[in-house]
């Protein structure tokens, strides 16, 4: 066998390996209990960094309109209200497997169906 080919087989099954040990490695942490995501989601717990003036962040704004809704995200947008610089999420929904409806969530949270 020639010797790049024997170099890159070498490298391939090193970075194989490597990539298997590292996968070993990472603790697994069990998923958090549905009260505490809720919380973390609507920024009540784990967040470090001081609120924001602009309100629920897009992601915080997706969970809000899941637990409200209890559909599937489509898709989601954020748009600048204009008061204050506040935003608001524009997040499309799939409810009961067949109806797709739009709803709007606020800079406080709140949800609102269009």
Do not use: W
Not at 82 to 111: F, K, M, P, S, Y
Request: hydrophobic share 35%; net charge positive; charged share 20%.
């Amino acid at each position: 066998m020639n010797q790049p080919l024997r170099t890159f087989q070498s490298l391939l099954l090193l970075t194989a390996l490597c990539g298997l040990t590292h996968a070993q490695e990472r603790p697994s942490q069990p998923p958090k209990p549905k009260a505490e995501r809720s919380a973390i989601a609507n920024g009540l717990l784990g967040s470090s960094r001081s609120k924001q003036a602009a309100g629920v962040s897009l992601r915080q704004a997706m969970a809000i309109a899941r637990e409200n809704t209890g559909g599937r995200v489509l898709s989601s947008k954020s748009f600048n209200s204009g008061n204050q610089g506040a935003q608001i999420h524009q997040i499309r929904l799939l409810v009961d497997g067949e109806r797709v409806i739009t709803v709007v969530v606020d800079a406080q949270g709140r949800v609102r169906r269009r």
